[in-house]
């Protein structure tokens, strides 16, 4: 008979191999998996509620909120506050950092910082979409207000990272700095069960993800690295297949389980990339290191290395098997 663990059950076994853990950080996880099953309800209603479509306005970015944005902000948000171990989130949501108020919160260790609801405009074609948090421990006094020198850290000091994929199952992946593990959704018992344990990601893969509709935006090194992904070298398994779904979460996810490699470069209009690197790219590049591949943000530029001076500061990603980053290096080496 096959035994099922599940993520209340590992997080303790965790918790008992380190003899000075409080319980404070299964407590914070205990909220992520609260608000992840309440959103996998609402994902799950999609086009049969009136959760689907655009906010009617924009967050911090100019893009276009939409309700299910709104949605889970306020979930998490929510769900974080109760346990009074985190003193404040920040959120790609909101243009300021969020102070936790109560009492009990301004004892708590930790700072939370979250993508709510990545690929959310996927949501009205039934697209897989996902939640994406980082973890850091509070740098400013226990007991006093939360600072935004909490949430301006760089990414290797990361206490735990992951995200929740909304898709054909709900997961939820996460490390804490000793390897992946993920948990699938059981909504017949309503747990989250062991089901990816100590995930790796493979040293090389045949699948590239970039947004090829911007290739003449690109710098010079990836547009090289594109067109030797697209020639055919047998020894090399290439040509490689071109899988872009356009929700970070994803597509990270795949080729995190298959191999792979993610590009998100800066471009000609947006000199810095478009993703977030507080939000995004520092828990995905503490994931996939934890898994054996590797991120960077340019040649020898390593993602979790970055030390942030903005709440929504955005940075280039290049994040995948290793093999595979480590060619597209060599490509912006040579020609920029």
Do not use: W
């Amino acid at each position: 008979m096959e035994i099922i663990k599940t993520l209340g059950e590992f997080i303790i076994d965790q918790q008992l191999e380190y003899p000075d853990a409080t319980g404070e950080l299964t407590s914070l996880f205990s909220s992520i998996r609260l608000a992840a099953k309440i959103l996998h309800r609402e994902v799950n209603k999609a086009g049969l509620a009136d959760i689907t479509g655009a906010a009617g306005a924009d967050n911090v970015q100019g893009e276009q909120q939409q309700k299910l944005d709104v949605y889970a902000n306020e979930r998490f948000k929510n769900a974080l506050a109760q346990r009074g171990v985190v003193c404040g989130i920040a959120s790609e949501e909101e243009e300021q950092f969020v102070r936790f108020e109560e009492t009990r919160n301004l004892d708590g260790k930790y700072v939370v910082l979250i993508d709510p609801l990545d690929g959310s405009s996927n949501i009205d074609v039934n697209v897989s979409v996902g939640t994406i948090f980082s973890v850091f421990r509070r740098v400013s006094p226990l007991g006093s207000h939360v600072t935004q020198e909490d949430f301006l850290q760089p990414g290797n000091r990361q206490v735990a990272a992951g995200y929740v994929i909304y898709g054909s199952s709900t997961m939820l992946v996460y490390s804490t700095g000793n390897g992946v593990n993920g948990f699938t959704y059981d909504p017949t018992i309503g747990v989250f069960c062991l089901s990816h344990p100590n995930m790796k990601t493979p040293a090389g893969g045949t699948i590239y993800s970039i947004n090829e509709g911007n290739y003449v935006h690109f710098p010079d090194g990836v547009k090289k690295y594109i067109k030797y992904c697209q020639e055919e070298d047998k020894s090399t398994q290439r040509p490689y297949s071109s899988r872009y779904i356009g929700s970070l979460v994803s597509d990270f996810h795949r080729n995190l389980i298959k191999g792979g490699i993610y590009l998100y470069p800066s471009t000609s209009r947006h000199p810095d990339g478009k993703l977030r690197l507080l939000y995004e790219c520092n828990p995905m590049a503490f994931l996939i290191e934890q898994a054996g591949g590797k991120a960077l943000a340019g040649v020898g530029k390593r993602i979790l290395d970055i030390q942030p001076t903005e709440l929504h500061q955005r940075c280039p990603l290049f994040v995948g098997s290793p093999d595979m980053v480590d060619k597209l290096e060599e490509f912006i080496k040579q020609h920029g």
